[in-house]
Nanobody
Framework: QVQLVEFGGGLVQPGGSLRLSCATS????????MGWYRQAPGKQREWVAW???????NYADSVKGRFTISRDNAKSTVYLQMNSLKPEDTAVYYC???????????????WGQGTQVTVSS
């Protein structure tokens, strides 16, 4: 059984930083792409970032230059470092494991339960 558990959400002021972690179990972590999505109230879930098993990470335009995704294969953990946070970054953040999609990106096949990030003064 594949399990993903997120940590690190919370309340932060605009301009602040947070680091999310997602620990996985039940799969061979190192061979899969890992990603982060988010869902704001009343909106659809949207993609934030992917990091492949090997290669370069890619980001949504809305977070490019502010967020950094990374992974530690020895710990089966993926991270999302979020800097220069804005109120519009407020959402529930979900990590996911991904498999290759036909369009060259990845398709999530397992999800974590989500962690709330609130950016407010």
């Amino acid at each position: 059984q594949v399990q993903l558990v997120e940590f690190g959400g919370g309340l932060v002021q605009p301009g602040g930083s947070l680091r999310l972690s997602c620990a996985t179990s039940g799969s061979i972590f190192s061979i899969y792409a890992m990603g982060w999505y988010r869902q704001a109230p009343g909106k659809q879930r949207e993609w934030v970032a992917w990091i492949p098993s090997r290669g370069i990470a890619n980001y949504a335009d809305s977070v490019k230059g502010r967020f950094t995704i990374s992974r530690d294969n020895a710990k089966s953990t993926v991270y999302l470092q979020m800097n220069s946070l804005k109120p519009e970054d407020t959402a529930v953040y979900y990590c996911c494991q991904g498999v290759p999609a036909v369009d060259g990106t990845y398709h999530p096949n397992y999800w974590g339960q989500g962690t709330q990030v609130t950016v407010s003064s």
